[in-house]
């Protein structure tokens, strides 16, 4: 029951951001006002991937951790619910990945385009890691 309402969530959440894509004149059609729109969803990227690279570092270090102290936790990994850590560690790794968006105004499409795949990435770390933690939290309390 509880993967039909993450995927229910999650495809609200696409739903959402797809009708929300900002448009080249949502701030207006001269050209500083164009300009400010794609800075800030220049912006709104790097935050986003700032979040997915602490997301990264946060499994590290929790990878490390278990790796150190594998005898004692093996008993409790086997059942811990792992793949909504692996589903939020591959959006965040592709919404990391570089694609050059190139300058001026005949970069709005690609700049668009990454915003929608930054924050889409961003919505799936975010829910799958929810899920994670619920999931780990519902088997601790049983």
């Keep these: 029951m509880d993967l039909i309402i993450v995927s229910a969530l999650l495809l609200i959440l696409l739903v959402w951001t797809i009708t929300r894509l900002p448009g080249e004149n949502d701030l207006g059609r001269d050209t500083e006002a164009k300009s400010k729109l794609r800075e800030s969803l220049i912006l ?3 935050a986003a991937n700032q979040y997915c690279m602490a997301f990264i570092a946060l499994l590290g270090v ?3 951790i278990i790796i150190a102290n594998k005898k004692d936790l093996a ?3 086997n059942l811990l619910p792992i793949w909504p850590f692996t589903v939020g560690f591959m959006a965040a790794a592709i ?3 570089f694609i050059p968006a190139g300058y001026g105004h005949g970069s709005f499409r690609v700049i668009q385009a990454i915003w929608l795949r930054t924050m889409i990435c961003e919505q799936i770390v ?3 890691t ?3 933690i619920w999931r780990i939290a519902m088997i601790a309390l049983a």
């Design 75 to 77: 008993p409790m990994l």
């Design 126 to 128: 975010v829910v799958a």
């Design 95 to 97: 919404s990391l990945l």
């Design 44 to 46: 709104d990227v790097r």
């Design 130 to 132: 929810c899920h994670g």
């Design 62 to 64: 929790i990878t490390t």
